[in-house]
C-alpha cells in the first residue's frame, strides 16, 4: 500500500480535524491540458445509470472514461468489451473507491453508486483533489447535504448534484416563464410519481441456489442476475454496504431494489420522485420549508419493502411576496399502481411523472422530458409553451474545464435544498406527524425524535464527517 494511499485512509476516518489538502484546480494533476483538454473521468457504480455514465462521457470531445469503479467485479467484462467495441480506451479497474481516489490521472468522479453512497463518495473526492458529480439524490439525509456544502468550498473542488433537468431547456425556459410572472403569482407547485411497480416479494438471507435467477426490472429492461456463490465472491459486500450497519447479504437489499429499504435508499420520493421534487422547488423560487407533512404506506404488496409505495407530501413556505397570507405550498404525491393521467402527463404510457404549477393568471404542465404548455385565464386558453432537452454530462466536463463554479447546473446547494424535501418528508411520515422545521439551523422545533433522523448512525471507516 502506498504511503498516499495509507494517508488518505487515515484522513477519511478522522476528517472532521483535517488540515486542508493543496489541491489544484483541475483535480489531482494538469495532464490533461497537454492532451487537447482531455478530462479523465472515473465512474463509480457501474450498472444501470452508471452504465449511461460510461456511454454519455464516451460521447463528449476531448472526454476518457479513464477508470470504472465498482464493488461488483461481475460487471466489468460487458462494460469494458462496450467500451472496446466503441473504440474507446481500456480503461483502469478498482473495487476500492479509495483506490480510484489515489489514482493521480483521475481529474474527476461520477457517482452512480446507491443512495447510501453519494456523499460519503463526493466529500473523500474532493478532499483528494477531484471533482465529483453525484447521481440524484445527492444525499441520504439532510445533514449529508451541508457537508457536501462545505467540502466543495473548503478543498475547492466542483460538486454537481446530477439532477440532469436543470440541463435541459424546456426546464430551463418553463421556470423563466414562472419567475418573470408569466403566471402571475405562482402559489401552489405540485409534482407526480405515478409509476407502475410490481412489488419484491420476499427472499431468505444468504447466496441464492445454483440455477436459481433474481429478476429487477429498471425502466423497461429486466436484469436476469444469479446471486449464486460463485457470483458473490466477485463482490465485496462490506464495501457495498459502506455507511450502513453490517446486514447479511440478501438480494432484495443489493442491485436496485436497495431502493425499497430505508438503510440505502429513499423509496421512490428519492428514486423517480428526485427529478420531479427539484423541479417543483425550482419553479417556486424557495429554499428549505418550515412546516412538513407526509402520510402514506405500503399498500397492496406483502413483501419485503420497508419505504412507503404511496404517499403524499406537503411543504409550506413563508415568502413576503404575494397576497392573502404569503405563503406557498409545494405537494408531492407517489402512487405505485393503477392511476389517472392528472394533467394528461403521460397518456398513452402506463406511468405518469411531472410537474403541475399554479399561479394567479393560470396553470402550466411539465411533463417528463421538459415539454411545458400553459392554460391562462378562467377559460383556460392555451398559452405559452416549450421544450428541449439538454446535457448536464457536458455541463460538468465543461464547467470543470472552466473552473468557473457559476456556470453549472445543478449546483450542490441546489441540491440540498431539493434532497432535503425528500428527507424531510420521510422523517415526517416515519414519525407519524406534521413538523415543524427551522430553514436556518436545519433542525426541527422542539422534537428530539425527529433530529436525531436528519442524520444516521454511520459505520466505521466510512463515516460522512463534520466539515469545518
Same mark, same amino acid.
Given at each position: 500500500?502506498?504511503?498516499?494511499?495509507?494517508?488518505?485512509?487515515?484522513?477519511?476516518?478522522?476528517?472532521?480535524?483535517?488540515?486542508?489538502?493543496?489541491?489544484?484546480?483541475?483535480?489531482?494533476?494538469?495532464?490533461?491540458?497537454?492532451?487537447?483538454?482531455?478530462? %479523465?473521468?472515473?465512474?463509480?457504480?457501474?450498472?444501470?445509470?452508471?452504465?449511461?455514465?460510461?456511454?454519455?462521457?464516451?460521447?463528449?470531445?476531448?472526454?476518457?472514461?479513464?477508470?470504472?469503479?465498482? &464493488?461488483?467485479?461481475?460487471?466489468?467484462?460487458?462494460?469494458?468489451?462496450?467500451?472496446?467495441?466503441?473504440?474507446? =480506451?481500456? =480503461?483502469?479497474?478498482?473495487?476500492?473507491?479509495?483506490?480510484?481516489?489515489?489514482?493521480?490521472?483521475?481529474?474527476?468522479?461520477? $457517482?452512480?453508486?446507491?443512495?447510501?453512497?453519494?456523499?460519503?463518495?463526493?466529500?473523500?473526492?474532493? *478532499?483528494?483533489?477531484?471533482?465529483?458529480?453525484?447521481?440524484? =439524490?445527492?444525499?441520504?439525509?439532510?445533514?449529508?447535504?451541508?457537508?457536501?456544502?462545505?467540502?466543495?468550498?473548503?478543498?475547492?473542488?466542483?460538486?454537481?448534484? @446530477?439532477?440532469?433537468?436543470?440541463?435541459?431547456?424546456?426546464? *430551463?425556459?418553463?421556470?423563466?416563464?414562472? @419567475?418573470?410572472?408569466?403566471?402571475?403569482?405562482?402559489?401552489? +407547485?405540485?409534482?407526480?410519481?405515478?409509476?407502475?411497480?410490481?412489488?419484491?416479494?420476499?427472499?431468505?438471507?444468504?447466496?441464492?441456489?445454483?440455477?436459481?435467477?433474481? +429478476?429487477?426490472?429498471?425502466?423497461?429492461?429486466?436484469?436476469?442476475?444469479?446471486?449464486?456463490?460463485?457470483?458473490?465472491?466477485? $463482490?465485496?459486500?462490506?464495501?457495498? *454496504?459502506?455507511?450502513? *450497519?453490517?446486514?447479511?447479504?440478501?438480494?432484495?437489499?443489493?442491485?436496485? /431494489?436497495?431502493?425499497?429499504?430505508?438503510?440505502?435508499?429513499?423509496?421512490?420520493?428519492?428514486?423517480?420522485?428526485?427529478?420531479?421534487?427539484?423541479? +417543483?422547488?425550482?419553479?417556486?423560487?424557495?429554499? @428549505?420549508?418550515?412546516?412538513?407533512?407526509?402520510?402514506?404506506?405500503?399498500?397492496?404488496?406483502?413483501? +419485503?419493502?420497508?419505504?412507503?409505495?404511496?404517499?403524499?407530501?406537503?411543504?409550506?413556505?413563508?415568502?413576503?411576496?404575494?397576497?392573502?397570507?404569503?405563503?406557498?405550498?409545494?405537494?408531492?404525491?407517489? %402512487?405505485?399502481?393503477?392511476?389517472?393521467?392528472?394533467?394528461?402527463?403521460?397518456?398513452? #404510457?402506463? /406511468?405518469?411523472?411531472?410537474?403541475?404549477?399554479?399561479?394567479?393568471?393560470?396553470?402550466?404542465?411539465?411533463?417528463?422530458?421538459?415539454?411545458?404548455?400553459?392554460?391562462?385565464?378562467?377559460?383556460?386558453?392555451?398559452?405559452?409553451?416549450?421544450?428541449?432537452?439538454?446535457?448536464?454530462?457536458?455541463?460538468?466536463?465543461?464547467?470543470?474545464?472552466?473552473?468557473?463554479?457559476?456556470?453549472?447546473?445543478?449546483?450542490?446547494?441546489?441540491?440540498?435544498?431539493?434532497?432535503?424535501?425528500?428527507?424531510?418528508?420521510?422523517?415526517?411520515?416515519?414519525?407519524?406527524?406534521?413538523?415543524?422545521? #427551522?430553514? &436556518?439551523?436545519?433542525?426541527?422545533? /422542539?422534537?428530539?425524535?425527529?433530529?436525531?433522523?436528519?442524520? %444516521?448512525?454511520? %459505520?466505521?471507516?466510512?463515516? $460522512? =464527517?463534520?466539515?469545518?
Amino acid at each position: 500500500m502506498s504511503e498516499s494511499r495509507r494517508h488518505f485512509i487515515k484522513k477519511s476516518v478522522g476528517m472532521a480535524v483535517a488540515a486542508p489538502i493543496a489541491v489544484n484546480v483541475w483535480g489531482t494533476n494538469n495532464s490533461w491540458i497537454g492532451a487537447n483538454d482531455r478530462v %479523465r473521468i472515473g465512474v463509480v457504480g457501474i450498472r444501470g445509470m452508471g452504465f449511461s455514465h460510461i456511454r454519455n462521457y464516451s460521447e463528449l470531445e476531448n472526454v476518457e472514461v479513464a477508470a470504472l469503479c465498482d &464493488v461488483d467485479e461481475n460487471l466489468f467484462p460487458e462494460r469494458l468489451k462496450w467500451l472496446e467495441d466503441n473504440g474507446k =480506451p481500456k =480503461p483502469k479497474l478498482y473495487k476500492d473507491i479509495r483506490d480510484l481516489l489515489d489514482d493521480k490521472d483521475i481529474d474527476a468522479i461520477s $457517482v452512480a453508486t446507491p443512495n447510501h453512497w453519494h456523499a460519503l463518495a463526493g466529500i473523500w473526492a474532493a *478532499q483528494a483533489g477531484k471533482h465529483a458529480t453525484l447521481e440524484k =439524490p445527492g444525499t441520504h439525509n439532510v445533514f449529508e447535504g451541508r457537508q457536501l456544502i462545505k467540502a466543495a468550498e473548503k478543498y475547492n473542488t466542483i460538486i454537481q448534484h @446530477h439532477a440532469e433537468r436543470r440541463s435541459f431547456p424546456g426546464f *430551463q425556459s418553463a421556470m423563466k416563464f414562472l @419567475h418573470s410572472g408569466g403566471l402571475g403569482e405562482v402559489y401552489m +407547485a405540485k409534482g407526480l410519481c405515478y409509476k407502475w411497480r410490481d412489488g419484491i416479494g420476499r427472499y431468505p438471507d444468504g447466496p441464492m441456489k445454483k440455477g436459481e435467477k433474481f +429478476a429487477t426490472t429498471i425502466g423497461s429492461k429486466n436484469y436476469i442476475t444469479p446471486f449464486t456463490e460463485e457470483y458473490l465472491s466477485k $463482490v465485496d459486500y462490506n464495501l457495498w *454496504q459502506g455507511p450502513a *450497519q453490517v446486514k447479511p447479504f440478501n438480494r432484495n437489499r443489493f442491485h436496485y /431494489n436497495w431502493h425499497w429499504h430505508w438503510d440505502y435508499g429513499n423509496g421512490d420520493l428519492g428514486n423517480q420522485g428526485a427529478h420531479q421534487m427539484d423541479i +417543483a422547488r425550482w419553479g417556486l423560487g424557495v429554499q @428549505h420549508p418550515t412546516v412538513i407533512s407526509s402520510l402514506g404506506g405500503h399498500y397492496m404488496f406483502d413483501d +419485503a419493502q420497508e419505504t412507503p409505495n404511496t404517499q403524499i407530501s406537503v411543504f409550506e413556505y413563508p415568502t413576503e411576496k404575494g397576497g392573502g397570507d404569503k405563503k406557498k405550498m409545494l405537494q408531492f404525491e407517489v %402512487r405505485h399502481w393503477i392511476s389517472n393521467h392528472e394533467g394528461g402527463i403521460g397518456e398513452g #404510457d402506463s /406511468n405518469n411523472i411531472g410537474n403541475l404549477f399554479y399561479g394567479s393568471k393560470g396553470y402550466m404542465v411539465i411533463d417528463l422530458g421538459g415539454n411545458w404548455k400553459t392554460f391562462m385565464g378562467k377559460s383556460r386558453e392555451p398559452g405559452p409553451s416549450g421544450g428541449g432537452r439538454g446535457n448536464m454530462f457536458q455541463n460538468y466536463v465543461d464547467t470543470i474545464r472552466s473552473n468557473d463554479k457559476s456556470k453549472l447546473e445543478g449546483s450542490i446547494e441546489e441540491g440540498h435544498y431539493s434532497c432535503s424535501l425528500m428527507h424531510l418528508a420521510n422523517i415526517s411520515y416515519r414519525v407519524g406527524r406534521t413538523l415543524n422545521f #427551522d430553514p &436556518v439551523k436545519e433542525t426541527f422545533l /422542539n422534537d428530539t425524535e425527529a433530529d436525531e433522523m436528519l442524520t %444516521r448512525d454511520y %459505520r466505521h471507516p466510512f463515516v $460522512v =464527517p463534520k466539515i469545518v
